[in-house]
C-alpha cells in the first residue's frame, strides 16, 4: 500500500522524490588491492559474514537532496 511523503527537511516538498532500491552484493575483498576475490551467493557468506540488515528503499527528497529511509517520510506526512 502506497503512503503519502513529506520531507522531514525542507517541510515542503509532497511530490518530488527519488526512490533509491539498494541491491546489495556480499564480497571478500583483498586488504591490500580492493580486488574482489570472491562474490557470495544465496546467504553463502559464511560466520565471519554479518548480512546486511539495513532498508532495501532509501528517499531523496528531489527539493533539498535529504537522502533518509523510507519510514521517515512517511512519518513526517502522518504528523501533518
Do not use: W
Amino acid at each position: 500500500m502506497a503512503e503519502p511523503y513529506l520531507c522531514p527537511n525542507c517541510k515542503t516538498n509532497r511530490s518530488r522524490f527519488n526512490l533509491i532500491q539498494q541491491v546489495v552484493t556480499p564480497v571478500k575483498i583483498d586488504s591490500k588491492s580492493g580486488d574482489v576475490l570472491e562474490q557470495y551467493q544465496n546467504n553463502e557468506e559464511g560466520p565471519l559474514h554479518m548480512p546486511y540488515r539495513g532498508p532495501e528503499l532509501r528517499v531523496q527528497c528531489a527539493t533539498c537532496g535529504l537522502i533518509e529511509d523510507e519510514r521517515m517520510f512517511i512519518k513526517r506526512a502522518q504528523q501533518q
